[in-house]
């Protein structure tokens, strides 16, 4: 009896399955009960495999079955997320992509996606040494093979040492493999001249996002005035801005000062602090550095932060401008003396995704979390543990990023010179960019100091900014969904990463190879000249 109320509930939730259907039930012990008509396996065949079952399977008793999960009950945090990366416009692209495959026609051959920081899609080599560990980490027979270099094998078989059976196939500990953590922390004393590291600070993630979003999980509390508010850039990177609509929490908002090259002012910081303050509670602050969308660099933010938990992502290796270098923010930290250094809790995120690495696909990252209370760190390792590990390829990669090769081993010579060439081309394609869009009537672009990005200002006319009201759009979706339509670039609106009112930006990558970085600049060019004529606003 109870297997036919069982069938019964699986009809039900199928939306399928007539309650006058005879079935052939199996028993446990494998003995089938005869009874008319098909067999429970053929009927599921005869299910699925013909249209009229298809339209079918939606109904019971010839009624419509009333779904679940509709718009109404969906949870409304998701419905709150925006992403503009990857957006309404990026969809547009795609369509517009299929349809040059499918033979159509347009005034442009291809689509050149400029909207987001995916290095070897548009055309950056992977470093050979990179690759070359992580293959022999996930083929060990290919340690026999006398085509990769000793140092490769040697940090891929202390890698291996590490993992479970010796197989990159396993689970590792939630916070990572412990060689991994511990070649992260001796990276960073070196990078920080000194400044100690511990390497149970450390916890390997599924890229700096996953990173991210677990530190938010942890400071999110409250309801009304006492909501955690979540201080972010504007322009910010729109991982924040969705993570805080699906937690719940409360985006605080402080604007970086576009006419001084994105610089913080440090009175606009505690602007946004104090006004906060009257409808939640400021717990945390999000640094970019260098800056995402903006380029911007941040040299030696002094944190005001003994009041507030400091989240800094980093992109470490892509800093172009001849006088700035990279400044960690647990270094900063430690030369302002005991007291801050001791006290300020901070996250500090890296990626295998950015800087010249460009490995997005392995999704390897790790964190560094000091001075976090001891029970709330166990409450950390405890949410670790719920999604089991980070992928161990991107563990792989990210020790390789930490440990790459020195200068008395085989493989450093290529290493540099692989390096090299690409932060000296990012560095060249910042420098184009900026000359270009700046010589361009109506688009200012600040030097782009640091990470991959452009985010040029477009004056966009009245009566351009009336028509695109007049749609429902904000008038830089407009201008960008015109853009792709007439020349195949892909941008991402500025205001899909937060603007001040009145002024309009998009996105896009300088990652392109330089030949095709001058067609997607040039195509820009042209398309703004005469999108300014046909608004009767060229001066």
Request: proline share 6%; charged share 20%; aromatic share 8%.
């Amino acid at each position: 009896m109870y297997r036919l109320q069982s069938l019964a509930a699986r009809s039900l939730i199928a939306g399928a399955l007539d309650q006058c259907t005879p079935l052939t039930l199996t028993s446990l012990t494998g003995v089938r009960h005869k009874s008319q008509g098909p067999s429970v396996e053929k009927y599921g065949q005869m299910r699925f495999l013909t249209a009229e079952a298809k339209v079918s399977a939606g109904r019971l008793n010839g009624k419509m079955r009333e779904k679940t999960l509709t718009m109404d009950t969906l949870n409304p945090q998701v419905k709150a997320v925006e992403y503009a990366v990857r957006g309404p416009i990026v969809i547009k692209a795609g369509e517009i992509e299929k349809y040059l495959e499918e033979g159509g026609t347009k005034p442009f051959s291809e689509v050149i996606k400029a909207n987001i920081g995916d290095a070897h899609a548009m055309g950056q080599q992977p470093i050979t040494f990179l690759r070359q560990v992580v293959a022999l980490c996930t083929f060990p027979e290919l340690m026999d093979s006398p085509s990769f270099p000793e140092d490769a094998k040697w940090r891929a078989q202390r890698i291996l040492q590490g993992c479970g059976g010796h197989s990159l196939g396993s689970y590792s500990a939630s916070p990572g493999v412990e060689c991994i953590r511990k070649d992260i922390a001796a990276y960073i004393e070196q990078r920080d001249e000194g400044v100690p590291s511990d390497w149970e600070n450390i916890y390997l993630t599924t890229g700096a996002s996953d990173g991210i979003m677990t530190i938010l999980r942890l400071l999110v509390s409250g309801k009304d005035s006492s909501r955690t508010g979540v201080m972010i850039p504007i322009p910010q990177y729109p991982l924040y801005s969705a993570a805080i609509s699906e937690m719940d929490a409360v985006q605080v908002n402080y604007y970086l000062d576009e006419d001084n090259c994105w610089a913080l002012d440090i009175n606009e910081l505690y602007r946004a602090y104090q006004a906060a303050k009257l409808h939640c509670q400021p717990r945390v602050i999000c640094i970019i550095n260098p800056g995402n969308p903006t380029g911007w660099y941040n040299v030696k933010l002094f944190l005001c932060a003994r009041k507030h938990n400091a989240l800094v992502f980093v992109y470490q290796d892509n800093v172009y401008t001849p006088d700035c270098q990279f400044h960690s923010f647990k270094k900063v930290l430690y030369e302002m003396g005991p007291e801050y250094f001791n006290s300020v809790e901070l996250a500090s995120f890296h990626s295998s995704s950015k800087g010249y690495m460009g490995e997005c696909g392995f999704r390897g990252g790790y964190m560094e979390v000091i001075n976090m209370d001891p029970e709330v760190k166990a409450q950390l390792v405890k949410l670790l543990s719920v999604r089991l590990c980070p992928p161990l390829a991107g563990q792989a990669a990210m020790d390789v990023i930490v440990n790459p090769p020195q200068s008395d081993e085989h493989s450093y010579k290529q290493f540099h010179q692989e390096k090299s060439s690409v932060l000296g081309a990012l560095a060249d394609k910042a420098k184009l960019t900026e000359q270009i869009l700046n010589a361009v009537p109506g688009i200012k672009c600040n030097p782009v100091q640091g990470a991959m990005y452009a985010f040029p200002r477009i004056f966009i006319p009245p009566k351009a900014v009336e028509e695109a009201k007049a749609l429902g759009m904000q008038p830089d979706m407009f201008y960008c969904l015109r853009l792709l339509e007439e020349t195949g670039i892909c941008v991402v609106p500025g205001s899909g990463f937060g603007q001040k009112d009145g002024t309009h930006h998009f996105r896009m990558t300088i990652l392109p190879s330089i030949e095709k970085l001058k067609v997607l600049l040039g195509k820009v060019r042209d398309f703004h000249i005469s999108f300014l004529k046909e608004y009767s606003a060229l001066e």
